[in-house]
Structures are given as structure tokens and as C-alpha cells.
């Protein structure tokens, strides 16, 4: 299983984003949909403090959401926490 996980629904273009971001790095990652499931929104919105979609870990650190991860890329620390995840699993 992926070290990186996204909580998504399907027709969010934010969560769509994140995962083409993270396809064209050639990262793998589990998805998990909370679409119409209002306990596992009501879970992610207490675990993470954020009640909006996507909500991305990358092994155990919330990264947050497409625009955390946007801006991770940007700075050039996204591949960093990649690579170190990578070393760990």
C-alpha cells in the first residue's frame, strides 16, 4: 500500500488537482472517498481540524490540502518528503 493517502470526493477539482500533481511526480497514493459518508467527514474533520477536501498525508505528516501540497512543490520540499517517506516504508 501507498505511503501517501488522499481524502477526496470524486467531483472535487481540488482533490483532482492534488492527485495529477502527484501522478505526474510518478507517486502512487491510496485514495479514500468520504463522498455521502458523514461519519468518516465528521472522523477526518476531528483527526485533521479541516473540514474540506482533499486532505493528503504523505506516511504519517498532514501535509493539508492541494494548496499545502501546491505550495510544498513550489518550495521544492514536496520531493524531499517523498524521498524520506520513501526510505521509511
Not at 488537482?17 to 501522478?23: D, G, I, N, S, Y
Not at 511526480?25 to 465528521?42: H, L, P, Q
Request: neutral net charge; glycine residues 8%.
Amino acid at each position: 500500500m501507498s505511503s501517501v493517502t488522499i481524502y477526496s470526493t470524486p467531483t472535487c477539482p481540488y482533490c483532482l488537482a492534488a492527485k495529477e500533481l502527484l501522478r505526474s511526480k510518478g507517486v502512487a497514493f491510496n485514495e479514500i472517498s468520504i463522498e455521502g459518508d458523514r461519519d468518516a467527514a465528521v472522523a477526518l474533520a476531528k483527526k485533521t481540524g479541516r473540514r474540506t477536501v482533499p486532505q493528503i498525508y504523505i506516511g504519517a505528516t498532514h501535509v493539508g490540502g492541494f494548496d499545502d501540497l501546491s505550495e510544498l512543490n513550489e518550495n521544492g520540499r514536496l520531493d524531499a518528503l517523498l524521498r524520506r517517506e520513501a526510505a521509511l516504508s
